[in-house]
């Protein structure tokens, strides 16, 4: 089930017993210095159904890790800190994916499907106030402007099916 892994199946001769390979999968948020990437530090492993990739992470300006994660089958917007300190952001019985925080630390944007199609929606820090800041077809990725004004996506087009660069403000407004 899920991104966990059978292959190279086998039959016993009698028919009573089968044996397989399975294959977890395995990642970890693992951080180092710019300066000597050989140092690394571990902070956050998942294994299976609960990994990490590829939903996406990125840095809060508070130092933090903002990260989707599966649990239980769904997948939400989370932090962890480097003590390995874990706070829950939201809480949708929708996918929440791709989180990306704001220069300022007031926003985190993320894709979701919590509309029926996947979006992109904004939150503040804590995981409050959520508002839907596109009604595209299927956004495939978003990211902030540097001045943190407004969000730039990818989605289809609705004309002719295009993958297609799209803007919005961080406030919602076109």
Known sequence: NGINGISGIGLSQDSNSTIAV???KITDFVVASLEDLTQTKQILTKTG???LL???ADWTTEGKIIYSATQN???DIRTINSA???KQITSDASAEFLPKASKDGRFIIFLSNRSGKTNVWRTDSEGTNPQQLSDNENVSD???SPDGNNVFFIAKSAENDI??????SINGEN
Do not use: H, Y
């Open 73 to 75: 089958g769904n997948a």
């Open 22 to 24: 399975k294959s977890n």
């Open 84 to 86: 390995g300190e874990q």
């Open 54 to 56: 590829p939903l996406g």
């Open 163 to 168: 993958q297609t660069l799209w803007k919005v």
């Open 142 to 144: 978003a990211i902030i």
């Open 49 to 51: 159904d609960d990994s």
